[in-house]
């Protein structure tokens, strides 16, 4: 059984940096997509980022409010992913999941609904 389990998140001022971590168990996760979605209060869960499996290349994938700003990555030997985030607004507050999906490659048509494993989440807020 896969576990996700999300950290990192916390407080900062708008213009500052956090980097969220997904850390895996169960099962290793090179091959495996994974990415990040975000829920703000009354919003629908949105996609944020994604990396597909070694297999279909460590492809990466941004949501547009993300691009330039965010950058996913995945640390192989520790079966973690990350979200480096940087030029943080108020507007990414939000809890951040992390999800993964039984295959390789990432199909971005695939809605939040169909995403096999899910991370707890973390909240991050961003002060103006």
């Known amino acids: 059984q896969v576990q996700l389990v999300e950290s990192g998140g916390g407080l900062v001022q708008a213009g500052g940096s956090l980097r969220l971590s997904c850390a895996a168990s169960g099962r290793r996760m090179s091959n495996y997509a994974m990415g990040w979605f975000r829920q703000a209060p009354e919003k629908e869960r949105e996609f944020v980022a994604a990396i597909s499996g070694a297999w279909s290349g460590g492809s990466t994938y941004y949501a547009d409010s993300a691009k330039g700003r965010f950058t996913i990555a995945r640390d192989v030997p520790k079966n973690t992913m990350y979200l480096q985030m940087n030029s943080l607004k108020p507007e990414d507050t939000a809890v951040y999941y992390c999800?993964?999906?039984?295959?390789?490659?990432?199909?971005?048509?695939?809605?939040?609904?169909?995403?096999?494993?899910w991370g707890q989440g973390t909240q991050v807020t961003v002060s103006s």
């Open positions: 999800a993964a999906d039984r295959t390789t490659a990432w199909d971005i048509s695939r809605s939040q609904y169909e995403r096999d494993y």
